[in-house]
C-alpha cells in the first residue's frame, strides 16, 4: 500500500548475479541512470552525475533478466524502491535498492526479439528426471486477436508463487 | 515539469502501425493493462478489468517498436500520459494516451536477445546514395566495465535530435 | 502487484462527493490536469489540452478530503490508474480514474494548516450512544510514531545544514 | 526528458530549513518513509526498515514548505530522485535526494486548511520599500484559473453522483 514505487531507466553496470535457493532464484546487478536534462538557457541536453541502484529480481524476472541482459545494455526497470542504511566494518553504508517487478530492455537504444517462457519453480524433493525443472521452458508465442477477451487469453498468473509440479 | 509520467505493464493488443513523415516516424499501437490485486480476504489474485491506452512511440523507440514487437507480447512502457477527450461525429470519446519515453518486453514472461542499433534520421534532401539513410544500423554492442565513466562511456546522447549525415 | 501507480498534479473540478456506506465512506470528484511542457525552440511553457480524471478516495482519507478540500484547489492525487470502459443507453464511455491512497493540497501554489487526525471505523453492531463513532477525532501531533533510530538516521554528516552566506 | 520520478508517502523527519539567496530559496529536510507491506502468509500489515530521502524544494514550493510544515507532518512528495555519491573526509557517503515539483500534507492522516498565494520572485536590483517582493501574498482562491471548457467538460453522463442507498 505504501510501496514507493519507482521506474528507473539506464544502463546495466554489472554483470547478472543469478543464484537459486530454496525460497526460489534471484538475480542481483548494479543499474546505471545517468541525469540528462534540457538546459534552458543553454537550449541542449546537460549531463549531471549517474544515480546508481542495486536492482533484485526474484524467480522467473530473475532467471530471464540472467539468460537475457549483457552488461552495458538499456533496460527499463520498474519496482519497488528502498534507501538501506547499514553498519559495515564501523562504517556506514547507504544503498538505493530496487526489488524490481517487470524490466526489460529499451527499445530507445535497439530492437529485440523476444521468446515466451512458462516457468516451473524446481521440485525440492527428490525425483526421477527433473532435469528440466526450475528452468525456463520454451511455448509458442500466443498470438491474441486484439480486444475483449484479452485479459482472460492471456490470463497466465502474475506474480503467483510458482508451484511445483505433482 | 507537470507531465504525468505512467509505467504501464501489459500486453501489446493491436500490430504496430508505424508510420513516417517529414516530422520523423511515429509507432502506434493499443496497450492493455490487466489487474490483478492480491485478495486480503479469500487469499488470492483477483482480476478486474482490463485497462486499455493507446500509446504512441516517437523516432527511434518507434522504429524498433514497429521491428520487434508482436500482437500479445509483455510490454513495460513508460510515458506522459493524456486523457483526451474528442467529439467525433456528434459523439463525445475519450481515450487515455501514453507518449512513450522507453518501453521494453517485459522480462517476467520470457526471455529477449536484444541488438544495439543506432538511428540516423531520413535526409529529406534529395542525395545520391543514401540507402541505409533513415535506417537503423547495428552497431557492436559496447560492454562497459562497470564503474565511474559509465556515464560517460555510454554516452550515446538520449533524445537528442537525430541529425542527418553529412 | 500489477497496479499501475500515477500521481497527477492539478486542481480540483467539482465538489468532494462523500457518501457513508456501511462498507465505509467513499469520496469521488473530478480532477483536472493541466498539461503544461517547456518548449525548446520558444523557450517559454505551452499550455496543452487539459486532462480529467475521477477520483475516489476511501475511509479516512475519503472523510478527511471532504473536510479540507474546495472546488478549485490545487492537489497532489497518489493512486491506482485505471480506465473503464462501459455502455450506456447503447453508448460506448470511457473514463480515466484513481483509487487515491494519498493526497494533499500542493505546496507550490499556498500555504497549509494541518491538524492530525484518528480516525475510527464505524461500529457495525447496535451500541448505546456511539455518536462520535466514524468520525475523525483530532490527536496530538505524533513527532514520528515509532522510529527508533531517527534520531541517529539524521546525524550523518552529509546532511550538514544549508549556512546563510555572511 | 529521463528524469527519475517517484513519488514518496512518509513524515518529515527533521525541521524544514529554509534559505534566501540570490538565486532564489531552498528548502531542505529529511524524510522518512516506512516500508508497510501486506503479509500474505499472515494476513496483516509488516513492517519493514524506514527509508530516509533527503528532499530539495525551491522557490514558492520551498517557502511554503517552510511555513506549512512541522517535524512529523505526513507529506505525499512528487520529484526527480538521485543517488548522490561523494567523498568526505576520505570516506564515501551515498544519499537519497529528492528535488521536489509538488508536495502536501496527506490527507489520509488528518485535515488541513490551505490558503492560496502568489508568490513574487525577489526584486535583485535596488528599490525603496520592496517589503512585500519575494513573499508570498494571500490571494483570493481561484476557481479553476483559465479551463475554459471545464464545465463542459464535467457533464458527462458517467459522472453521475453517487447516490444514497433508500
Known amino acids: 500500500m505504501n510501496d514507493t514505487m519507482v521506474t528507473v531507466v539506464g544502463n546495466v553496470a554489472t554483470g547478472v548475479e543469478f543464484r537459486e535457493s530454496a525460497a526460489g532464484g534471484v538475480a542481483r546487478f548494479r543499474f546505471a541512470v545517468p541525469a540528462r ?22 524467480r522467473a524476472l530473475g532467471a530471464n533478466l540472467a539468460a537475457s541482459v549483457a552488461v552495458g545494455e538499456p ?14 566494518d564501523g562504517r556506514r553504508w547507504t544503498s538505493a535498492e530496487i526489488d524490481a517487478v517487470a524490466a526489460g530492455h529499451d527499445l530507445t537504444r535497439g530492437t529485440a526479439a523476444f521468446r515466451r517462457l512458462t516457468w516451473k519453480a524446481p521440485v525440492l524433493t527428490e525425483g526421477h528426471g527433473g532435469t528440466t525443472q526450475g528452468q525456463p521452458e520454451a511455448r509458442a508465442a500466443t498470438v491474441i486477436a486484439g480486444s475483449g477477451t484479452l485479459g482472460e487469453a492471456l490470463g ?3 506474480d503467483t508463487a510458482p508451484t511445483a509440479a505433482p
Chains 1, 2, 3, 4 share one sequence.
Request: hydrophobic share 30%; no cysteine; charged share 40%.
Open 75 to 88: 533496460l527499463v526497470v520498474r519496482g519497488r524502491l528502498r534507501v538501506r542504511e547499514e553498519e559495515k
Open 37 to 58: 536534462r534540457w538546459d534552458r538557457r543553454g537550449g541542449g541536453w546537460v549531463d549531471g552525475p549517474t544515480s546508481f541502484y542495486t536492482v533484485w529480481a526474484r
Open 156 to 158: 497466465t498468473p502474475r
